[in-house]
């Protein structure tokens, strides 16, 4: 059997489409003793609140009646956000060039968090320009890598 958020992330994917965006990611995570299936979209331009309602309602309809996950959740749809996380290969190399957050499990140089420009991805490793030097985090150090939008 698929894992649940892939069953969910295939059968949101056309109710998303037919709202005018994509799937960006779904995670299903337990915080404070309560289940959430969260719903991620994206669409050129930003998500609408519309956008959310109406995948959130057709969503919830079929997940009522498919009941793919015992106990009870809490259903989330929500834009992926302007600081999205970046995940998969296909996220870097959507947004090479683009500023990021970098946060690592451990101090390097006594910073767990570096602010810079994206350059490469590659097998997982992160590179980003940062004070006019490029830095390279190997996969095992980089905790999360967020898009970066200074306020």
């Known amino acids: 059997m698929a894992k649940l958020t892939e069953l ?10 037919t709202a005018g965006c994509g799937i960006w990611d779904v995670e299903y995570v337990r915080e404070a003793g309560t289940w959430y299936l969260r719903v991620y979209l994206d669409c050129e331009g930003g998500v609408t609140i519309d956008q959310c309602e109406s995948v959130s309602r057709a969503l919830s309809d079929w997940l009522d009646e498919a009941d793919p996950i015992p106990g009870s959740y809490t259903l989330e749809v929500s834009s992926a956000g302007a600081e999205r996380v970046l995940k998969r290969p296909g996220d870097f190399e959507r947004y090479l060039g683009s500023p990021v957050s970098v946060r690592l499990y451990r101090a390097r140089d006594g910073k767990k ?4 420009t994206l350059r490469a991805y590659e097998n997982g490793a992160v590179t980003v320009e940062t004070g006019g030097a490029e830095l390279k985090f190997e996969k095992n150090e980089v905790a999360q890598v967020r898009l970066y939008v200074e306020w």
Request: no cysteine; charged share 20%; proline share 7%.
């Open 113 to 116: 968090e570096y602010v810079g």
């Open 8 to 17: 969910v992330a295939s059968r949101a994917a056309p109710l998303a489409e």
